[in-house]
């Protein structure tokens, strides 16, 4: 996609706040459409447009932009050479424009309405690039909380995606969604499911954005790490 980020076809095929931002950064008029005159955009456009857009009013929520959250953004965001300008255009449009969050927040909800696994790759890139400074601050707590609301998320799976980044150390149960209660068997039956359910493969084999598969690998090394506690402490083989 970054080979037409600049160009107003990709931002004609998105629609809405998100297409109307990329229609500023090809110097179009800044016009929020309902939808896509030519159809629905690919996921890939959609996700790596939507993680960019919310990364920049999560950036506007804290006031503070950091260079370790810079990096990670870089690291989460695959950017080819030559194309950094536009993406940093694209960044502090979506920074400085008047459209809030939670109108990006509902295009990509909408759109993802059938995948919720998406979904909870974007919550967790925005993890990853707030807790970047080794400081998650209570604005981007809030911002967090607010945008996995809009994308359907309960207060106890924000808690757990929550505690991949934050408190993984507290209670690695919390961590890998399961209840203390659970016997051995039960307890594994769940973890080898959300391993196959969070492996970066699936995410390849999906078609999904490099971003989605940087995000999931994170996302696994966060579980099984969660597992290898709770292993230790049951004395799992």
Not at 58 to 64: H, I, R
Not at 127 to 143: C, M, S, V
């Amino acid at each position: 996609m970054w080979g037409k980020i600049g160009g107003a076809g990709l931002g004609l095929a998105i629609g809405g706040p998100l297409g109307a931002l990329m229609g500023a950064l090809a110097g179009h008029v800044l016009v929020d459409r309902e939808g896509a005159p030519f159809g629905r955009a690919a996921k890939e456009a959609l996700f790596t447009t939507g993680l960019v857009a919310l990364s920049a009013k999560m950036a506007k929520a804290d006031g503070v932009v950091t260079h370790d959250e810079v990096a990670a953004f870089r690291r989460i965001v695959d950017v080819p050479p030559g194309e950094e300008g536009n993406v940093a255009r694209l960044f502090d449009l979506a920074k400085a424009t008047t459209a809030g969050f939670e109108a990006y927040a509902r295009q990509i909800a909408d759109a993802f309405r059938d995948d919720p696994a998406l979904l909870e790759d974007i919550v967790d890139g925005l993890f990853l690039i707030a807790k970047a400074d080794h400081a998650l601050h209570e604005a981007e707590l809030r911002y967090l909380a607010a945008v996995a609301a809009i994308f359907g998320f309960a207060e106890s799976d924000f808690a757990r995606i929550e505690a991949r980044h934050l408190h993984c150390d507290d209670d690695p149960y919390v961590v890998i969604g399961a209840d203390r209660s659970m016997r051995d068997e039960a307890l594994k039956r769940h973890y080898r499911r959300l391993v196959a359910e969070t492996h970066p493969d699936r995410e390849i084999a999906r078609g999904l954005p490099p971003e989605a598969v940087k995000i999931a690998t994170d996302r696994l090394a966060a579980i099984n790490a969660a597992w290898d506690r709770i292993a230790r402490e049951r004395n799992l083989a």
